[in-house]
């Protein structure tokens, strides 16, 4: 029977997904019964449920991330993962993205949802939601539009940033046979103070070489500034990702035992 | 060929392999015997490249292990499979990755076992899931198998299943099986070569036929023989 990469790939991150699709469940369900309860018993104090709302997709997936690892050793998956004819790389980057399709469907949803009711039993939402087209439609509404679509992108790669560092310093904890939470604790805030310093770094080399601009005063168009910007934002928050995801999967590969 | 060089193995103050040296042939059903906590499960997690020796090596067919993974089926003491999955899905997961999977045999083996695709391993009992995680490691053609106490808190019933699947689909001369078990009375009729091993050294070790021959008793009083006298009586046979 041959076997392919691709499908080797797609059955892993089936596995992942199949860990994580509870908790995204749990999310656009608990979204979906504030909405309703909002509007069914027209709750006037709305403000710290929606929180409760709007701040889940970006808690859970946390969550989800280090139970991914940790379920493996749990439940014993751990030994059906070291026994496949793979290495690491497919095996974290797996976990990163159907920690990123989590994140990604949770907050689609919980919004979509929150702005959708918003729109539809909401009079003073649906005025607010219709002048955000309309602005959204102007020239300055592109800028906003574009502005919002930069934010996702950084906080999305912000997500698989803190994903790969909960894997780096998880994979670091079990390297030791004691006090393997507080080593887990440990290499988590070193790992996020290393990213901060890479990314001055980073930050110090591109001003070095490349003069970006300072966006209110730019000579060039405000967008492109922008762009330049987020790019650069992006880049680092990738660099940081591949970094610590190729070092969760090289001691994966080389220190990591039962 | 699996080859053990004075493989010493540590686990913080614990010695779980110390120094053993042992060749186990290919092409044959293996018995690994010893008490509970003899070194056997080590012994076995070695060959399958899951712990890494302190000192010494290890190569199967004159590799490393880790590079062997696609020819190697070991079968844990432990549940290894989310408990999430069905018989079905598992199945599929494990036809993505080794090429020597065998529908033919997955099928019939599932019929022996008295097993059904849709049985989820949260919701099955202790002997459905160790006949379910049996049932996932002989589906493959493996050229080794190497099963760590699969008749583990196992009733008779299922024991004896077990058993007529272990034989049911051995290629002869073409897979070796090592079976690590201290319920020797079980397979001792199926095995054709022996390793005792107790306080992770290798007391006694050798081709099973001639051990009774020369022995005059059965495997299972030359362990308990073996087991009282300690492991300083280091035989080959």
């Given at each position: 029977?041959a076997?392919?990469?691709?499908?080797?790939?797609?059955?892993?991150?089936q596995?992942?997904?199949?860990q994580v699709?509870?908790e995204?469940y749990?999310v656009?369900a608990?979204?979906?019964?504030?909405?309703?309860?909002?509007v069914?018993?027209n709750?006037e104090?709305?403000?710290?449920?929606?929180?409760?709302?709007?701040?889940?997709?970006?808690?859970?997936?946390?969550?989800?991330?280090?139970q991914?690892?940790?379920?493996?050793?749990?439940?014993?998956?751990i030994?059906?993962?070291?026994?496949?004819?793979?290495n690491g790389?497919?095996?974290?980057l797996?976990?990163?993205?159907a920690?990123?399709?989590?994140?990604?469907?949770q907050t689609?949803?919980a919004?979509?949802?929150t702005?959708?009711?918003?729109?539809?039993?909401?009079?003073?939402?649906?005025?607010n939601?219709?002048?955000?087209?309309?602005?959204?439609m102007?020239e300055?509404?592109?800028?906003i539009?574009?502005?919002?679509?930069m934010?996702?992108?950084i906080?999305?790669?912000g997500m698989?940033?803190?994903?790969?560092t909960?894997?780096?310093?998880?994979?670091?904890?079990?390297?030791?046979?004691r006090?393997?939470?507080?080593c887990?604790f440990?290499?988590?805030l070193f790992?996020?103070?290393?990213?901060?310093?890479?990314a001055?770094g980073?930050?110090?080399?591109v001003?070095?070489?490349?003069?970006?601009?300072?966006?209110?005063h730019t000579?060039?168009?405000?967008?492109?500034?922008m762009?330049?910007?987020?790019?650069?934002?992006?880049?680092t928050?990738?660099?940081i990702?591949?970094?610590?995801?190729?070092?969760?999967a090289?001691?994966?590969?080389t220190?990591?035992?039962? | 060929?699996?080859?053990?060089?004075?493989a010493?193995k540590r686990?913080g103050?614990?010695?779980a392999?110390?120094n053993?040296?042992?060749?186990l042939?290919?092409n044959?059903?293996?018995?690994?015997f010893g008490?509970?906590?003899?070194?056997k499960?080590?012994?076995?997690k070695?060959?399958?490249?899951?712990?890494?020796?302190?000192?010494?090596?290890?190569?199967?067919?004159?590799?490393?292990p880790?590079?062997?993974?696609?020819?190697?089926?070991?079968?844990p003491e432990q549940?290894t499979?989310p408990f999430?999955?069905?018989?079905?899905?598992?199945a599929?997961?494990?036809r993505?990755?080794?090429?020597?999977?065998d529908?033919?045999r997955?099928?019939?083996?599932?019929?022996m076992?008295n097993?059904?695709e849709?049985?989820?391993f949260g919701?099955?009992?202790?002997?459905?899931?160790a006949?379910?995680?049996?049932l996932?490691?002989?589906?493959?053609q493996a050229?080794?198998l190497?099963?760590d106490?699969?008749?583990?808190?196992?009733d008779?019933?299922?024991?004896?299943?077990?058993?007529?699947?272990?034989?049911?689909?051995?290629s002869?001369g073409?897979q070796?099986?090592?079976?690590?078990?201290?319920?020797?009375?079980?397979?001792e009729?199926?095995?054709?070569h022996v390793?005792f091993?107790?306080?992770?050294?290798?007391?006694?070790?050798?081709?099973a036929?001639?051990?009774?021959?020369?022995?005059?008793?059965s495997i299972?009083?030359i362990?308990k023989?073996?087991?009282?006298?300690?492991?300083?009586?280091v035989?080959?046979?």
């Amino acid at each position: 029977m041959a076997v392919s990469k691709w499908n080797m790939f797609k059955q892993l991150f089936q596995k992942e997904w199949d860990q994580v699709k509870t908790e995204t469940y749990f999310v656009l369900a608990l979204a979906l019964t504030v909405n309703l309860a909002v509007v069914v018993f027209n709750i006037e104090q709305v403000a710290p449920l929606y929180a409760f709302v709007l701040m889940a997709p970006f808690l859970v997936p946390l969550y989800s991330t280090v139970q991914l690892f940790r379920r493996e050793w749990s439940e014993g998956s751990i030994y059906l993962l070291l026994s496949l004819p793979i290495n690491g790389g497919p095996i974290f980057l797996t976990k990163l993205l159907a920690i990123l399709l989590e994140f990604i469907v949770q907050t689609a949803g919980a919004y979509g949802m929150t702005f959708l009711f918003g729109y539809i039993f909401e009079v003073t939402s649906r005025t607010n939601l219709k002048w955000a087209w309309t602005m959204a439609m102007s020239e300055r509404g592109s800028l906003i539009l574009q502005a919002a679509v930069m934010t996702g992108l950084i906080i999305i790669a912000g997500m698989a940033l803190l994903a790969s560092t909960i894997f780096l310093s998880q994979s670091l904890g079990r390297l030791v046979r004691r006090y393997q939470g507080l080593c887990t604790f440990v290499s988590f805030l070193f790992l996020l103070w290393l990213a901060g310093k890479i990314a001055v770094g980073a930050g110090d080399l591109v001003f070095r070489f490349i003069n970006l601009p300072n966006i209110p005063h730019t000579p060039i168009p405000q967008t492109a500034a922008m762009w330049q910007t987020t790019a650069f934002l992006l880049a680092t928050e990738v660099l940081i990702t591949v970094l610590y995801l190729a070092g969760t999967a090289y001691i994966y590969d080389t220190k990591l035992e039962l | 060929m699996i080859q053990f060089k004075q493989a010493t193995k540590r686990y913080g103050p614990t010695l779980a392999l110390d120094n053993i040296t042992i060749t186990l042939p290919e092409n044959k059903i293996i018995g690994l015997f010893g008490p509970n906590g003899a070194g056997k499960s080590t012994l076995l997690k070695a060959a399958a490249g899951l712990v890494r020796l302190s000192s010494g090596n290890v190569t199967v067919a004159g590799k490393a292990p880790r590079q062997m993974r696609a020819h190697l089926a070991y079968l844990p003491e432990q549940n290894t499979l989310p408990f999430a999955w069905t018989i079905k899905r598992a199945a599929e997961f494990y036809r993505a990755f080794f090429a020597d999977w065998d529908e033919d045999r997955y099928q019939k083996q599932l019929v022996m076992l008295n097993l059904r695709e849709d049985m989820k391993f949260g919701h099955i009992s202790k002997g459905q899931l160790a006949k379910a995680r049996l049932l996932l490691t002989l589906a493959r053609q493996a050229h080794c198998l190497l099963l760590d106490e699969p008749f583990s808190g196992i009733d008779i019933i299922a024991r004896g299943e077990i058993t007529r699947a272990l034989v049911y689909d051995y290629s002869e001369g073409q897979q070796t099986m090592i079976i690590s078990t201290h319920e020797i009375d079980e397979i001792e009729n199926l095995v054709e070569h022996v390793v005792f091993i107790d306080s992770g050294r290798a007391a006694v070790f050798g081709d099973a036929d001639e051990l009774r021959c020369q022995e005059g008793k059965s495997i299972v009083t030359i362990m308990k023989e073996a087991f009282r006298h300690g492991s300083e009586q280091v035989e080959h046979v």
